[in-house]
């Protein structure tokens, strides 16, 4: 069996009157990502891992910022296209593993929504998408609650 793993990072500044949605659910804060899409820094990470595994670039060359279509943009729908550009290259998505590094809120209770909407949107089973979380500690741009960063990885395995 080929098996092949790709890393995803992202990062986005938190502002304030902008919504705070990670992995398709909105949390409540006072503060929220800033980005042309949703920003939501969680999909766009695995959205990463996903292409990288697959050799196919990274999530700004296929949904760059500068196209209108992407203002506001649900990324959840953009994992999905990126799930599906993988198996067009004739890889199928095995587990997504990531790690969100947020100061507050908690993610809490809304991880396992955001579990099962990563996985409807991959084509996985809920199980085989994990969402870690860890504070800043306070120190660093998440520690200051300047933003919010994910590393996410992702192993394929050849259809
Ligand atoms: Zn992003």
């Not at 990563?118 to 089973?125: D, S």
């Amino acid at each position: 069996m080929t098996v092949r793993s790709g890393i995803g990072y992202d990062s986005h500044r938190l502002v304030p009157g902008r919504r705070l949605v990670l992995g398709g659910v909105e949390l409540a804060s006072e503060v929220g990502l800033a980005g042309h899409s949703d920003a939501d820094v969680l999909s766009h990470a695995i959205t990463d891992a996903l292409l990288g595994a697959a050799g196919l670039g990274d999530i700004g060359e296929h949904f760059p910022d500068s196209d209108e279509r992407y203002r506001d943009a649900d990324s959840l729908g953009l994992l999905r296209e990126a799930a599906a550009m993988v198996r067009a290259a004739g890889y199928e998505p095995v587990n997504v593993d990531a790690t969100v590094v947020l100061e507050r809120p908690k993610l809490g209770a809304a991880r396992a929504t955001m579990r099962e909407r990563l996985a409807e949107a991959i084509g996985l089973a809920p199980d085989a998408v994990n969402v870690k979380a860890t504070s800043g500690e306070g120190i660093g741009f998440v520690g200051r609650r300047e933003g919010a960063a994910v590393i996410a990885i992702a192993t394929l395995r050849r259809a």
